[in-house]
């Protein structure tokens, strides 16, 4: 079984810092992509940002220049350092991980697996 968990999530006020951290366990073969997406009251949950597992990324142009990806393949964690928060960033934030692993007769499966989300709460 495989499965992200997911940290880090918090209240804190517009202008502050967050670190989300997002670990991947399980019977793990590889990880392709680790993203972030969010999810705000009444609106569709959109990407945040995504590295694949060579380092390139992918980031909103709303959080550029203000949120940053990271990933420790070693670990299979992807993390987001959130600066300059807005109240506009108050969301769910999920992890989202291309996981390929192994299943019985050591066959391996690709899917795409998502975290529970974690709550980001900034005030004004």
């Known amino acids: 079984q495989v499965q992200l968990v997911e940290s880090g999530g918090g209240l804190v006020q517009a202008g502050g810092s967050l670190r989300l951290s997002c670990a991947a366990s399980?019977?793990?073969?590889?990880?392709?992509?680790m993203g972030w997406y969010r999810q705000a009251p009444g609106k569709q949950r959109e990407l945040v940002a995504a590295i694949t597992s060579g380092g390139s990324t992918n980031t909103a142009d709303s959080v550029k220049g203000r949120f940053t990806i990271s990933r420790d393949n070693a670990k299979n964690t992807v993390y987001l350092r959130m600066n300059s928060l807005k109240p506009e960033d108050t969301a769910v934030y999920y992890c989202?991980?291309?996981?390929?692993?192994?299943?019985?007769?050591?066959?391996?499966?690709?899917?795409?697996?998502w975290g529970q989300g974690t709550q980001v709460t900034v005030s004004s």
């Open positions: 989202n991980a291309d996981i390929t692993h192994y299943k019985a007769g050591g066959l391996r499966e690709t899917f795409d697996s």
């Open positions: 399980g019977s793990i073969f590889s990880i392709n992509v």
